[in-house]
Each structure stands twice: as C-alpha cells, then as structure tokens.
C-alpha cells in the first residue's frame, strides 16, 4: 500500500508543477479541459510525457498486481489528462518536458519494488 500511495504522490505532484508552470509562464490558469477519462496509451505530444506513459503503462499491464492497479491508474489518468490540457499550450508544454522528467526519476524506485524499470 505505502508503494501505491508513493506512486499516487508523485503522479499528483507532476500534474501541479506541470499547471504551476504553465500558469507562472502565461500568467494565466490552465485550461480545466473536458471531463471524461483518458487511456494511458493517448499521447501527450512532449516526449518526456509520452516516454513516461508508455513505460508506466507498460509496468501497470504488466507488473501491477490487481489489487493497486486501480488506484494507480485512476490517479494516472488523471494526470495524463492534466498533461494533454497543458500541452494544448506553448507554455504549458515547455513546462511539461521538465515535470515529466521528474515524474519519471521519482517514479523509478518505486516501480522498481514492482519489478518494472522506467
């Protein structure tokens, strides 16, 4: 469960410093976008981000066991969401490149406990 929530924690602390950026670099709030889900595989179209779905998409299909994929995921979508509204923008998607890089370095230990590498 700690891996899981470590995991959430740092879906969510990308996703705000990705907004936090765009909104510093525009001076204005991101776009809150549609509603509705979004599929891990969809691309965000900043290399970073759509390196960091496919790998996390590939250890939750993969590795996961059940019983945290779900939690994982929710949180996932949300923020690959979050990504896509903020990269519909020149300076959202400036900032994105650098939070999903974080994303993905903090993510790499705790997948690692689920036997996946990023």
Do not use: R
Not at 49 to 67: F, W
């Amino acid at each position: 469960m700690k891996k899981v929530v470590s995991l959430l924690f740092v879906l969510l602390l990308t996703a705000s410093f990705g907004a936090a950026c765009a909104k510093k670099q525009e001076g204005g709030a991101p776009s809150a976008g549609s509603a509705g889900g979004v599929a891990p595989s969809d691309k965000v179209g900043v290399v970073e981000c759509d390196t960091y779905i496919e790998k996390l998409t590939n250890c939750l299909n993969s590795k996961v066991p059940d019983s945290a994929k779900g939690m994982i995921k929710s949180s996932f979508d949300q923020a690959v969401k979050s990504w896509k509204d903020l990269a519909a923008t020149p300076a959202g998607k400036s900032g994105l490149a650098t939070a999903c890089k974080m994303a993905m370095d903090q993510s790499k230990q705790m997948v690692s406990a689920y036997g996946c590498e990023m």
